[in-house]
């Protein structure tokens, strides 16, 4: 970036707790060679989740629902769909497809 008088600068982000504000200033104060520190409060509204499991063809797969509202959302665990792929030697898209057939049944 640039800084008064075309000088250049650094942006320094850090996302952080609340919790943690006092100490991730006193650090950035202390490691680097400015003299004042902005920030900016943030809200984050989060769906309720809950992880169920999914039987297929490839074994079961964890699939993480999540909704607030009307809302609904489904997503099987990455882990779980690469480790069913290598398994079986088929790609993380079938076992996808073959999760996806069987949460909306």
Sequence with gaps: I?????RPGVLI???AHERNLETVIDSLLKHTTTRGVRYSQFSRRIMNST?????????????????????????PEY????????????????????????IFK
């Design 79 to 102: 882990d779980d769909i690469a480790s069913a792929a290598e398994k079986y030697g088929v790609g993380i898209d079938e076992i996808r497809k073959e999760v996806e057939k069987n």
């Design 13 to 15: 982000t850090c996302i």
């Design 51 to 75: 992880i169920e499991s999914v039987g297929t063809k490839y074994g079961t797969v964890r699939v993480k629902k999540s909704f607030i509202g009307g809302i609904t959302k489904s997503k």
């Design 2 to 6: 640039y800084m008064k008088k075309n």
